[in-house]
């Protein structure tokens, strides 16, 4: 199970860091990663890691702004935000999924997800 935390209110500009802890014997054998979903649009990738943590990939609305790290022993995978913007808010969701050759944001559909973490951006 993936257990999202770290949303809040924060303003233009500011930074957050979303965390994401895994129970379970298989988080360092899933490649991870967050995806978000505003209010009245789809549900949209912002970015991932491979289960080594040797390769991430990035939303481009997100690149310069955003990474993402993980650490397996602790079996957590965080995203930190910064410079966000009013257009960054919305339901942060972190996922994870076993097929390790293909990259997550390319998958139809992903085995694992945790409950959101909702991320507020005032103007």
């Known amino acids: 199970q993936l257990q999202a935390s770290g949303g809040g209110l924060v303003q233009a500009g500011g930074s957050l860091r979303l965390s994401c802890a895994a129970s379970?014997?298989?988080?360092?054998?899933?490649?991870t990663g967050w995806f978000r979903q505003a209010p009245g649009k789809e549900r949209e990738f912002v970015g991932s890691i491979t289960w080594s943590g040797e390769s991430t990939d990035l939303a481009d609305s997100v690149k310069g702004r955003f990474t993402i790290s993980r650490d397996n022993a602790k079996k957590t995978v965080a995203l930190q935000m910064n410079s966000l913007k009013p257009e960054d808010a919305a339901v942060y969701y972190c996922?994870?999924?076993?097929?390790?050759?293909?990259?997550?944001?390319?998958?139809?559909?992903?085995?694992?997800w945790g409950q959101g973490t909702l991320v507020t951006v005032s103007s």
């Open positions: 379970g014997h298989t988080f360092s054998t899933l490649n």
């Open positions: 996922a994870g999924d076993p097929r390790l050759l293909s990259p997550l944001r390319s998958l139809p559909t992903i085995k694992y």
